[in-house]
């Protein structure tokens, strides 16, 4: 297995596309996803548009259906949702289906659809992606870190190094056997750094600034916390996330 880490869905290859793509939006879309499906939703569906997810949920159930938009962080008119995994309970999701557009998160996903296998990467359920990817042992791993509007963020890349950093942990590999790219060093560095600190990373990271400028400090502190979901989503058909 080789790992690459982009920092951004911009900076990521699409030609050819990876064996395993694992997106990550800690703050908040691969977080809230993980947490829709632990919730019992039936599945999440990306939007990178509003109107389009807007015109598709049309056509669902409405006793069945959610829509969640986020856009700089606030929730976009005419959702049920913003884009908070705290919003997500059992008894608010259960058998659901969410359609959800975010200001990047959605995007990366889009990013990488293609690829065999997409799968959402977070802090929370940091440890079912790396039995998921010890188990498979895909050949070629691409970490896509989702960044703000085109731009590197601290959040993404700390938990790609936590990825990183669990599957040294739990083989016999050494980092520069395993790191594709220079990136998926850094990545290691950069986590070693805040293992320990990772909610004041949130709140020193400039979208961490935002969120909490909106009020948002319990997200962030929920966010930083490591495998504390039991969930993988992963896509069965272009934009739409299950629990494997
Ligand atoms: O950019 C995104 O996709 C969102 O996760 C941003 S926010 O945390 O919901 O503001």
Redesign the pocket.
């Known amino acids: 297995m080789k790992v690459f880490v982009y920092h951004t869905p911009e900076l990521t290859p699409t030609d050819p596309m990876p064996a395993c793509a694992v997106v990550i ?1 800690v ?6 996803i993980s947490a829709v499906l632990a919730s019992g939703a039936e599945a999440v569906q990306a939007f990178s548009n509003i109107d389009e997810l807007m015109a598709v949920s049309d056509r669902w159930p409405s006793a069945k259906r959610l829509r969640a938009g ?1 856009r ?3 929730k976009v008119e005419g959702c049920d949702f ?3 995994p705290l919003e997500y309970t059992p008894e608010r999701v259960k058998d659901c289906r969410l359609f959800l557009s ?7 996903l889009q990013r990488v659809e293609t690829a065999p296998i997409v799968i959402g990467g977070a802090l929370v359920n940091r440890r079912t992606v790396v039995d998921f990817l010890l188990d498979r042992q895909p050949e070629t791993v691409y970490l896509v870190g ?1 960044g ?1 509007q085109g731009s590197f963020s601290l959040e993404d890349t700390v938990c790609a190094g936590s990825i990183v950093a669990s599957l040294l942990a739990q083989t016999e590999s050494k980092l520069v056997e395993l790191a594709g790219n220079d990136e998926t060093i850094a990545a290691v560095a950069l986590y070693e750094q805040w293992r320990d600190r990772l909610v004041d990373l949130m709140a020193a990271a400039s ?1 961490g600034q ?2 909490l400028g ?1 009020g ?1 400090d319990a ?1 962030l502190k929920y966010c930083a916390r490591e495998d504390i979901l039991d969930v993988l989503p992963i896509q069965k058909e272009k934009g739409v996330l299950v629990k494997a």
Not at 102 to 108: E, L, M
Request: proline share 0%.
């Open positions: 939006d703050l908040r879309a691969t977080t809230t986020e700089g962080g606030a913003g884009n908070s975010t200001t990047n998160g959605t995007r990366a989702s703000w979208h935002r969120l909106l948002c997200d």
